[in-house]
């Protein structure tokens, strides 16, 4: 027998290759029925078990089933280890049947995903009686690799001469004009690309497993489909929220430690428990996922009606979504708080992590016009400053947040931004902060953070602010003179509006010594302030 890995690869800049967000989710769309309904048509095509179901529940279901989709033998030719979005791993019969499994995949893909990037291979041959089945999963990984290095990328397949019409929103070459009567927007009609119409014709269906989502986890909400009815929601303000969970990479890497009896004591055994494991563990990170998507959705306040949350990309421990820049932040720790209480309570997940996952996430807020992309890469960069904090413990990664508010249209590097907030030795800022209180990185907790937005936005019995605004104003002006100045400034007033002032303070002071430098949360508080909206835990 052999395995068989097929995968995505690029595919953010495939999600988010243009401004549209149609096209953004018909991309996930795409890229989520490559490892699933893509490959389960190529199992059946190989003669394989019919798995295809009409819901994700049901298919779950039917992959975990053995009777359904039992192990390769005399009977069956194909069985699906893992199929979730962008990624199946099989194991087949024979190199023969692998091959043509990967033919058809790879060839629908180029069909109705014109654009994606999806490679197979098909791994040497396999003896579960004599060799790991995760040191073969290893070098199947490797195998991929090598190929997707030596094959030319998409954009090889979108050739400029003889010169054609540019799509209007890809860029690609256009393989056709939309008019009226296709019934697309009017922003939508023009010169359109392959990939840009494929992406159009997916949205709907991402629409329909989004419905299918929250029927499955008994949430009743109205979502919107487009940026634009968020903007019509009057929401001011736009963030792209990417989350991603901590160490899963290393749960795979040391897979095979979880598993008993170990491969030494009865291989065979060792295996078979190995590749049962590995695939209810991947369907159980999709399902807390999913849940803690649903279950959080009850941190936004509806809006006529509607809850301002766009899902883009929903799977494995990913999540990105567009919502109301306001809510993002009470939406977003009530995502990862979710999200570990699901893991911490899902049997298939415990088995392999007793205690559960942690997860960071990074959460740009823009302009509702700013590019999509841009705004991406933005939270993108969050997300690993989010990372590298919650990480100080490699043994024991914490879950974090990090945000930023850009009010102004230049280039989202978040290094240039983060060194602009610098005065000498002095960071102007604490961020990112950590979901839970950590000794190792005192006063950057989001209990922290909370109580010093509670300081700049405290109100007496008589309704008027108890710090007012032109007071915070001069101590924001003085951070940027240096350390030594804004603490004299605070000197100036502190005694006036104690103990209204303490919450903003760290021993009587704005700085505090961390990380051999000074940082302070002042400015924090007061950037973030007005988009402390949401219900909060």
């Not at 795409?30 to 048509?41: D, N, P, Q, S």
């Not at 807390?288 to 301002?308: D, M, N, W, Y």
């Amino acid at each position: 027998m052999n395995l068989v890995l097929i995968e995505t690869a690029g595919n953010q800049s495939f999600i988010f290759a243009t401004n549209k967000l149609r096209e953004n989710v018909g991309a996930s769309e795409l890229t989520a029925r490559v490892g699933t309904e893509f490959v389960l048509e190529g199992v059946r095509e190989a003669d394989g078990p019919h798995l295809q179901r009409p819901s994700l529940a049901s298919i779950r279901a039917a992959l975990r089933d053995r009777d359904e989709n039992p192990p390769v033998g005399a009977s069956n030719p194909v069985e699906v280890i893992v199929a979730v979005s962008g990624k199946a791993l099989l194991l087949v019969r024979d190199e023969a049947l692998g091959r043509k499994i990967v033919s058809h995949v790879t060839r629908l893909a180029l069909k109705k995903a014109p654009g994606l990037d999806v490679r197979g291979v098909v791994g040497p041959p396999l003896d579960l009686a004599r060799a790991s089945i995760h040191d073969a999963i290893k070098h199947v990984h490797r195998q991929f690799d090598t190929v997707r290095s030596q094959l030319p990328g998409p954009a090889a397949r979108f050739q400029r001469l003889p010169i054609v019409v540019e799509c209007s929103t890809s860029g690609l070459p256009a393989a056709r004009f939309t008019i009226q009567s296709d019934r697309l927007p009017k922003d939508e009609q023009g010169a359109r690309s392959a990939q840009s119409l494929a992406k159009l014709a997916a949205s709907e269906g991402w629409q329909t497993r989004l419905n299918g989502i929250l029927d499955m986890n008994r949430t009743q909400v109205t979502l919107p489909f487009s940026t634009t009815e968020i903007e019509n929601l009057e929401c001011g303000w736009l963030a792209i929220v990417h989350a991603d969970g901590n160490g899963l990479g290393q749960v795979f890497l040391g897979f095979d430690g979880h598993i008993a009896p170990t491969f030494a004591e009865n291989p065979v055994e060792h295996n078979r428990q190995y590749i049962g494991q590995l695939r209810r563990f991947s369907l159980a990170l999709d399902e807390c996922t999913e849940k803690a998507f649903c279950h959080s959705l009850s941190a936004f306040r509806p809006i006529q009606g509607v809850t301002p949350v766009v899902p883009m990309v929903l799977g494995g421990d990913d999540l990105t979504v567009v919502c109301d820049g306001s809510q993002a932040l009470q939406f977003t720790k009530k995502f990862i708080e979710c999200f570990e209480e699901q893991t911490r309570n899902h049997a298939d997940v415990k088995r392999i992590m007793s205690n559960g996952a942690t997860s960071c996430a990074g959460v740009a807020i823009v302009k509702p016009h700013f590019p999509f992309f841009a705004g991406y890469e933005l939270a993108e960069q969050l997300l690993q400053s989010a990372k590298r904090l919650g990480k100080k413990d490699p043994n024991q990664p914490r879950s974090a947040i990090d945000f930023h508010i850009l009010n102004h249209g230049s280039g989202p590097d978040l290094d240039r931004i983060r060194q602009e907030l610098r005065k000498d030795s002095a960071s102007l800022v604490a961020r990112p902060y950590l979901l839970l209180f950590d000794p190792a990185s005192p006063r950057r907790s989001w209990d922290d953070l909370s109580c010093r937005i509670d300081a700049v936005r405290g109100r007496g019995e008589d309704g008027r602010r108890q710090l007012p605004n032109s007071m915070l104003h001069e101590l924001r002006a003085s951070l940027f003179l240096g350390r030594d100045v804004a603490e004299a400034q605070l000197r100036l007033v502190r005694d006036r509006y104690k103990p209204h002032i303490d919450g903003l303070l760290a021993n009587g002071k704005l700085f505090w010594a961390a990380d051999e430098q000074y940082m302070t949360g002042l400015l924090d508080a007061l950037d973030v302030a007005e988009f402390w909206k949401g219900q909060s835990s």
